[in-house]
């Protein structure tokens, strides 16, 4: 007889942990299924040998007392418990580009941004001023826009959001071409678009407002990591009365009955009955199970995305060297091999990595130093992360696994003679462990359709009014994630939480509307 509870789970992703620990601390029974073995999704972590890696976060934003994150943990009264370090405020992100002998410190602060970016460049102030007026007059509307609306049906909706509404279908590209930003700064300012996936010609601007005013306000890191972080967060759901995880419990049937889901079948035969269920998977995945017979094309239509950017990524750890010393720290490292940021994603997302951007993480250095510890005493942990085209290495996995690792041995090997070149002239002699992880891990571990690491394709088209939201056709069934919120553990928690107050009627976060907009 199948289990019966009051909300199954499917996925434990940011946004899935977070809305089934709100209804597990609110009493209601829980049953959160995840297909692996590690919870967390994108934030999971896991071990390889004395070493601890999370697979794909590095830094947060919302954080900060008052702030998404904070609230969703205080209303489970974790915020005590899972606390976080703040990342270099005056730089936690840094652009950096030796061929062109160029670092910049990017600080928290759009208006310090600005004026750290006047100082250094003062012949084109009037160009950097256009650029951030644009900006803040975005933020200004994004901070007022409720959740659920749709602006066809607004009188004066013009008057309300006019940033929103100029510049919503705008690329980063478009506005720089408009200021006539030099190639310099251009690449300065879009930086951080490793963050999106998507090159300043094809990301949304509103989306990009969003990530550099989210991070302005502060980038975090766990001081337990991001395994403490989730196993906490877990534990409210796995300590709940009546409410249960299961791992290893890929979902494979979602059953309808009546016009609502009745129960869902795993693959290996286990069935879980729910008054209502929560999609923490790709929502196009959902559709999927239940068939697309049962849904209008209105929403056939909202599902009909192209994926994300997927990624590679180069899990390292080092013995008797200390990444200060080669100027790292609680911040992270952008390399740029030039200025030309769109040719250079061009290159790569057609499988050319033979001079990448890539992006550098030091989760031992973010970290406050009583942390539990995720390597050996002496070892630090090194992360070098860029984007790759998952069809390139589908392909390379489908003609034989001895050309699949060749590529990615030689890939990883070349990486690696970058940052030995630019940044750590001795680093192979301190190598205590390397592993690469490419677009077909993703597809394995994360369970992400063609390795994407952030949903859906965040161009102006897909991040516009008619973007997925919490609801679907179904009645009981809803959406949380990165494609039916936005991509982040900042941005899937809070709209997590908005599910939650969806459901309940109960607010975790002020704000304009019932949803708790913040």
Same mark, same amino acid.
């Given at each position: 007889?199948?289990?019966?509870?009051?909300?199954?789970?499917?996925?434990s992703?940011?946004?899935?942990?977070?809305?089934?620990?709100?209804?597990?601390?609110?009493?209601?029974?829980?049953c959160?299924?995840e297909?692996?073995?590690?919870?967390?999704?994108?934030?999971?972590?896991? *071990?390889?040998?004395?070493?601890?890696?999370?697979?794909?976060?590095?830094?947060?934003?919302?954080?900060?007392?008052?702030? *998404?994150?904070?609230?969703?943990?205080?209303?489970?009264?974790?915020?005590?418990?899972i606390?976080?370090?703040?990342?270099?405020?005056?730089?936690?992100?840094?652009?950096?580009?030796?061929?062109?002998?160029?670092?910049?410190?990017? *600080?928290?602060?759009?208006?310090?941004?600005?004026?750290?970016?006047?100082?250094?460049?003062?012949?084109?102030? =009037?160009?950097?001023?256009?650029?951030?007026?644009?900006?803040?007059?975005?933020?200004?509307?994004?901070?007022?826009?409720?959740y659920?609306?749709?602006?066809?049906?607004?009188?004066?909706?013009?008057?309300?959001?006019?940033?929103?509404?100029?510049?919503?279908r705008?690329?980063?590209?478009?506005?720089?071409?408009?200021?006539? +930003?030099?190639?310099?700064?251009?690449?300065?300012?879009?930086?951080?678009?490793?963050?999106?996936g998507?090159?300043?010609?094809?990301?949304s601007?509103v989306?990009?407002?969003?990530?550099?005013?989210?991070?302005?306000?502060?980038?975090?890191?766990?001081?337990?990591?991001?395994?403490?972080?989730?196993?906490?967060?877990?534990?409210v759901?796995?300590?709940?009365?009546?409410?249960?995880?299961?791992?290893?419990a890929e979902?494979?049937?979602m059953?309808?009955? =009546?016009?609502?889901?009745?129960?869902?079948?795993?693959?290996?035969?286990?069935?879980?009955?729910?008054?209502?269920f929560?999609?923490?998977i790709?929502p196009?995945?959902?559709?999927?199970?239940?068939?697309?017979?049962?849904?209008?094309?209105s929403?056939?239509?909202k599902?009909?995305?192209?994926?994300?950017?997927?990624?590679?990524?180069?899990?390292?750890?080092?013995?008797?060297?200390?990444?200060?010393?080669?100027?790292?720290?609680?911040?992270?490292?952008?390399?740029?091999?030039?200025?030309?940021?769109?040719?250079?994603?061009?290159?790569?997302? =057609?499988?050319?990595?033979?001079? &990448?951007?890539?992006? +550098?993480?030091?989760?031992?250095?973010?970290?406050p130093?009583?942390?539990? &510890?995720?390597?050996?005493?002496?070892?630090q942990?090194l992360?070098?992360?860029?984007?790759?085209?998952?069809d390139?290495?589908?392909?390379?996995?489908?003609?034989?696994?001895?050309?699949?690792?060749?590529?990615?041995?030689?890939?990883?090997?070349?990486?690696l003679?970058?940052?030995?070149?630019?940044?750590?002239?001795?680093?192979?002699?301190?190598?205590?462990?390397? +592993?690469?992880?490419?677009?077909?891990?993703?597809?394995?571990?994360?369970? =992400?359709?063609?390795?994407?690491?952030?949903?859906?394709?965040?161009?102006?088209?897909?991040?516009?009014?008619?973007?997925?939201?919490?609801?679907?056709?179904?009645?009981?069934?809803y959406?949380?994630?990165?494609?039916a919120?936005?991509?982040?553990?900042?941005?899937?928690?809070?709209?997590?939480?908005?599910?939650?107050?969806?459901?309940?009627?109960?607010?975790?976060?002020?704000?304009?509307?019932?949803?708790?907009?913040?």
């Amino acid at each position: 007889m199948a289990e019966e509870f009051d909300y199954v789970v499917i996925g434990s992703g940011t946004g899935g942990l977070a809305v089934g620990s709100l209804l597990a601390k609110a009493g209601h029974s829980v049953c959160l299924l995840e297909a692996h073995e590690y919870l967390g999704g994108c934030a999971h972590s896991f *071990p390889m040998g004395p070493y601890s890696f999370c697979a794909a976060v590095h830094y947060i934003f919302f954080c900060g007392e008052g702030e *998404p994150v904070y609230n969703f943990l205080k209303k489970l009264d974790l915020h005590e418990k899972i606390t976080f370090a703040r990342l270099d405020p005056e730089g936690y992100d840094h652009f950096s580009c030796p061929a062109e002998k160029l670092r910049f410190r990017i *600080p928290n602060g759009l208006d310090k941004w600005a004026e750290r970016l006047i100082d250094r460049y003062p012949n084109h102030r =009037a160009k950097i001023d256009s650029f951030f007026s644009v900006i803040n007059r975005i933020v200004r509307d994004l901070r007022r826009l409720p959740y659920d609306w749709d602006w066809k049906k607004q009188i004066g909706a013009v008057a309300k959001y006019p940033a929103i509404l100029k510049y919503r279908r705008w690329t980063l590209q478009k506005l720089f071409d408009r200021t006539e +930003m030099p190639s310099e700064l251009q690449a300065i300012l879009a930086a951080q678009i490793g963050d999106l996936g998507e090159p300043p010609r094809n990301v949304s601007l509103v989306i990009f407002v969003a990530l550099i005013w989210s991070y302005g306000l502060g980038a975090y890191y766990p001081t337990n990591h991001f395994s403490g972080m989730i196993e906490s967060v877990a534990e409210v759901i796995g300590d709940a009365p009546r409410s249960a995880i299961h791992y290893n419990a890929e979902v494979s049937e979602m059953r309808l009955r =009546a016009g609502r889901i009745s129960e869902v079948v795993t693959r290996d035969g286990r069935a879980f009955k729910g008054r209502n269920f929560i999609a923490n998977i790709d929502p196009r995945k959902c559709v999927e199970l239940i068939g697309e017979e049962h849904f209008p094309r209105s929403f056939l239509r909202k599902v009909n995305y192209d994926y994300s950017v997927a990624s590679y990524t180069i899990y390292l750890a080092v013995r008797d060297l200390d990444l200060r010393d080669y100027g790292f720290g609680n911040w992270n490292v952008w390399h740029y091999p030039d200025l030309d940021l769109n040719g250079t994603y061009q290159r790569q997302i =057609a499988g050319d990595l033979s001079d &990448p951007w890539f992006f +550098m993480s030091t989760p031992t250095l973010c970290a406050p130093v009583d942390a539990p &510890p995720v390597c050996p005493e002496g070892h630090q942990i090194l992360e070098v992360v860029t984007v790759a085209g998952f069809d390139f290495f589908d392909k390379l996995r489908r003609n034989g696994r001895r050309e699949y690792v060749r590529e990615k041995n030689r890939i990883t090997t070349n990486i690696l003679d970058i940052v030995e070149r630019d940044y750590i002239f001795d680093l192979r002699k301190h190598l205590a462990f390397k +592993m690469a992880g490419t677009p077909t891990t993703n597809v394995r571990y994360l369970w =992400a359709p063609q390795g994407n690491i952030y949903g859906s394709v965040l161009s102006p088209a897909n991040v516009d009014f008619n973007r997925l939201r919490l609801h679907t056709p179904i009645p009981n069934l809803y959406l949380t994630g990165a494609s039916a919120e936005f991509p982040s553990v900042g941005a899937t928690i809070l709209g997590g939480s908005r599910l939650y107050t969806h459901l309940t009627g109960d607010l975790v976060n002020p704000g304009r509307d019932l949803y708790g907009l913040w």
